[in-house]
């Protein structure tokens, strides 16, 4: 019996339990289309942008945990697609890359849409496999997925011919997957590592690598503060009394660069010191230090650790938890940790807005409205330091933002991908004003799917973050300003209600009203008139740490240039 190619792949999704795939369909693969519209287990969603394909398979994963599929036509369809795929990459997202090829069988040369798509991809993603007979199709795409997943995760890259989606084949190759190895630590490993903690008081910074890992009890243990990643904001319950903060070095709070230069340790897990998560290499931790990760070029790669263990956090914590020894809770590092997260707070309530959105009441809102489940996407700018510094979360999964390749434009899309893949939890995005006119036109996609996401604009009418940094380092604003467009009338042309939200007094009542129109399964724009005149702690911890390292003639250049500029013209916002 004959089995067409289409069919192969649409299996091979089914049974590697792949729920959605975001794409464009395309002359090459019209097929795959076809077989996907007779799939119960496998839904193909339309996306006006691939960007938005690759963003909203990211999204569904960082909410879910179940990787989703992003569907490409061959040369434009991937090239459009490569923000989001290389987002993915950076961030350990697993995601199938689903690319169509040209014919291999023809013989001609110069057809449509005919680029190295594997050179292309092979930056950005993990693995790249073309089957080369039909045959292989349905062993291909599910190595694919193993792939995507195993160890390290990230996106994987799959060109099928199109001539093999055309000619049917004999039948599927078998699929044997290999045992999933977990690597765990050595007993000597774990000696060692209970060695360098006895009699001290270890930072635990935690990453993305440490979700669905209950750090709390190793923790406890050791009577250890823990702070994190961005990426891995609310894999430790950020309510528990030994929650730092996202962060220890130069771009947190002072309470928290005190309490983590106190402590005589660091215990790595999940986490590789990246630039952002870091605030621009701005922190110093306390040696000895252990790093734990599951890929081995992250280990040391940026910070020299005294033990390096190659091994999943979900073999470490609890192995290193059962060995190490009860501390005595000290309460005055409790009480340390609460009364600094007290000052913050207090900080941002003495700077409230007077005619404007205060972004800590707004964020602190939507916690109160939505619930503990809820999950919010960032984009990359300021909305995404605020999320980091002002929402509280109790679990991972919660915070989806784009971290290390800081993609504008991904909240909006991975918003979507999130809520299809979790349609009980609510998700929130907060999009920058700059942000949204990249791919605001998913607002199309909510609407046609139903799908029930609150979208929060933040409008200040400028590219926030690099303004600021445009404003301390020079003392004027080039290009960063945007100009004016009228959200309420694209939301209405996209079929989607827009909410105005004006200042503070009417947060509660504009909330309660985006949830009733989500529970009719609509989505729903709130058009925030966001008030950015209160830096975050990241953006000046971030200005200060790179003016330091400059050399002393260009810190004075910088210093000078700024304060020059602010008697002698007026800032300049579109100059």
Same mark, same amino acid.
């Given at each position: ?18 729920? @959605? ?47 989703? /599929? ?49 050179? =292309? ?30 160890? /390290? ?156 263990? =190659? ?54 809102? /939507? ?48 918003? @979507? ?6 349609? !009980? ?29 609150? =979208? ?34 694209? /939301? !209405? ?23 009733? =129109? ?58």
């Amino acid at each position: 019996m004959s089995t067409a190619g289409a069919t192969s792949v649409v299996r091979a999704l089914e049974d590697e339990g792949i729920e @959605l795939a975001f794409g464009i369909p395309g002359t090459h693969n019209i097929e795959l289309y076809d077989a996907l519209a007779l799939s119960e287990r496998t839904r193909a969603v339309l996306v006006t942008d691939e960007q938005s394909a690759s963003f909203m398979a990211d999204g569904a994963w960082r909410a879910s945990g179940k990787m989703a /599929c992003v569907n490409v036509v061959p040369g434009a369809g991937l090239t459009h697609a490569m923000s989001g795929i290389a987002e993915a990459f950076m961030d350990g997202v697993p995601m199938l890359v689903l690319g169509c090829g040209i014919r291999r069988d023809s013989g001609r040369a110069f057809q449509l849409h005919d680029v190295d798509q594997t050179a =292309i991809a092979r930056p950005v993603t993990k693995a790249q496999l073309r089957p080369e007979a039909g045959e292989e199709i349905y062993r291909v795409v599910r190595d694919a997925c193993r792939i995507a997943r195993d160890a /390290c995760p990230g996106p994987v890259f799959v060109e099928i011919p199109a001539n093999l989606y055309l000619l049917t084949h004999s039948g599927d190759l078998p699929y044997s997957p290999p045992p999933v190895e977990r690597r765990a630590p050595s007993a000597e490993q774990l000696e060692r590592a209970v060695a360098l903690l006895n009699g001290k008081r270890p930072l635990i910074y935690a990453g993305l690598g440490a979700s669905g890992v209950d750090l709390v009890p190793l923790a406890e243990m050791l009577d250890a503060p823990v702070a994190t990643t961005f990426s891995g904001k609310g894999v430790f319950p950020e309510h528990h009394p030994l929650s730092l903060w996202c962060g220890f070095g130069a771009s947190a709070p002072p309470f928290a660069r005190r309490i983590a230069g106190d402590c005589d340790a660091t215990l790595v897990i999940g986490a590789r010191f990246g630039e952002v998560a870091t605030g621009s290499y701005g922190v110093e931790p306390r040696r000895p230090m252990i790093h734990v990760d599951i890929a081995e070029n992250v280990i040391g790669r940026n910070y020299p650790a005294d033990l390096t263990i =190659i091994a999943d956090a979900a073999e470490f914590v609890p192995a290193l938890t059962e060995r190490i020894a009860r501390r005595t809770p000290d309460p005055e590092l409790r009480k340390k940790i609460a009364a600094g997260h007290v000052e913050v707070r207090k900080d941002w309530e003495d700077h409230a807005s007077k005619d404007r959105v205060t972004p800590q009441r707004l964020l602190a809102a /939507c916690s109160a409205r939505f619930g503990k489940q809820a999950a919010f996407s960032t984009d990359s700018g300021n909305g995404t330091f605020l999320a980091m510094e002002m929402l509280r979360l109790e679990g991972p999964r919660r915070f989806l933002a784009p971290v290390d390749y800081s993609c504008m434009g991904y909240s909006v899309p991975a918003a @979507l991908g999130a809520k299809l893949a979790e349609p !009980q939890r609510p998700v929130i995005a907060l999009a920058g004003d700059g942000a949204f006119l990249m791919t605001g036109m998913e607002l199309l996609t909510a609407s046609n799917e139903g799908i029930a996401a609150v =979208i929060v604009v933040l409008r200040d009418g400028e590219l926030a973050q690099i303004a600021q940094f445009q404003q301390t380092a020079m003392n004027r604003k080039t290009k960063s300003v945007l100009p004016p467009y009228d959200l309420r009338a694209l /939301c !209405q042309g996209l079929g989607v209600e827009c909410l105005a939200l004006a200042r503070d007094a009417d947060i509660v009542e504009t909330l309660s009203r985006a949830v009733e =129109i989500t529970e009719r399964g609509e989505p729903v724009v709130i058009d925030a008139a966001i008030d950015y005149s209160q830096r975050t702690w990241f953006t000046k911890g971030v200005v200060k740490t790179n003016l330091l390292r400059l050399p002393l003639k260009d810190q004075l250049r910088f210093i000078g240039r700024a304060v020059a500029r602010k008697f002698t013209r007026p800032s300049k916002g579109g100059a």
